[in-house]
């Protein structure tokens, strides 16, 4: 199938397929007689799987691991496991920072009496 075709079947833009193809990510398949790129199902799995990593917050460099290990039929489940595990922990420290940030400026916010008079307990913590 061509890149439009395997961009709909993805669910990927056209423009995200071929940079994955131009970082070696998931290559195409092969190439039409004019050049243009070609995507057997193999290809399409590869892709769908990437945008899943992907929508997990997984880096390209998590991908390509991943990817590795999703074609190794000897992988172990202990090294997938690694990479999810240590991803799970960013996305805690993550929520854990948002959270706070959550609250300082909720406390703000709620400190803020929202008149028209020009002190404003928001604008004096930003400065």
Do not use: W
């Amino acid at each position: 199938m061509n890149i439009s075709a395997a961009s709909k079947a993805t669910g990927l833009p056209v423009k995200t397929v071929r940079y994955y193809a131009d970082i070696n990510l998931v290559e195409a398949h092969s190439r039409s007689a004019s050049g243009y790129r070609t995507y057997n199902d193999i290809a399409v799995r590869k892709l769908v799987f990437v945008r899943r990593s992907r929508e997990f917050g997984f880096s390209i460099e998590e991908c390509r691991e991943l990817l590795g290990l999703y074609q190794d039929q000897y992988r172990t489940i202990a090294e997938v496991k690694r990479i999810a595990a240590k991803h799970l922990e960013e996305i805690e420290v993550k929520q854990q920072e948002l959270q706070s940030l959550h609250d300082a400026l909720a406390h703000q916010v709620k400190s803020c009496r929202g008149d028209h008079h020009p002190d404003c307990p928001i604008i004096d913590y930003l400065g």
